[in-house]
């Protein structure tokens, strides 16, 4: 049984507890169903379902790939429905979203809220979080020393993943 820290929203504590790492989507949902569970927060169905099929994926998901398979399932899945239900894991942290590519991913340890950069394959288009919480600290130092309050961040690194590389 996975045990996840749910009181790690706490901005210390997310650079520090990388332990529960979720590798398989199956994983990846049960710690996503136990941090709701915690936060008393209802993963009803469809937001279930949205979660498993970003998970499956295993590489970002657009938004209307999603709406295209949820419409196989059922047929009458309708859009806003799915954007309320992406809405919600991206706000409890279980999925991030790729604005340079437009695409969902899931998050690989979605009992924390972070930020965290992501290096993007323009080959494959597999996504990588870099499990480093200084970057984001980094940037929120430079911001504060602007007197800038920074509310949310986005850093992707677009380039060739291993698997792609010819070199
Ligand atoms: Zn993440
Ligand atoms: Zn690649």
Redesign the pocket.
């Given at each position: 049984m996975i045990r996840v820290e749910v009181n790690a929203l706490s901005k210390q504590a997310a650079g520090k507890f990388h332990t529960h790492h979720e590798e398989t989507p199956q994983g990846f949902v049960d710690a996503v169903s136990h941090a709701s569970e915690e936060r008393g927060l209802r993963l009803t169905p469809l937001r279930k379902e949205v979660l498993e099929l970003v998970a499956a994926a295993g590489k970002p998901v657009k938004a209307y790939d999603l709406l295209d398979q949820l419409r196989e399932r059922h047929g009458n899945a309708a859009p806003p429905t799915v954007y309320r239900a992406l809405d919600f894991l991206l706000e409890q942290g279980f999925i991030h979203k790729l604005e340079s590519v437009n695409a969902f991913v899931s998050c690989h340890h979605p009992a924390e809220a972070h930020q965290v950069p992501f290096l993007i394959?323009?080959?494959?288009?597999?996504a990588q979080e870099v499990c480093d919480e200084r970057v984001a600290a980094l940037i929120e130092s430079q911001a504060e020393s602007f007197g800038f309050r920074p509310q949310a961040q986005t850093l992707e690194v677009h380039g060739?993943?291993?698997?792609?590389?010819k070199d």
């Open positions: 394959c323009d080959v494959c288009s597999s060739v993943c291993r698997n792609c590389r």
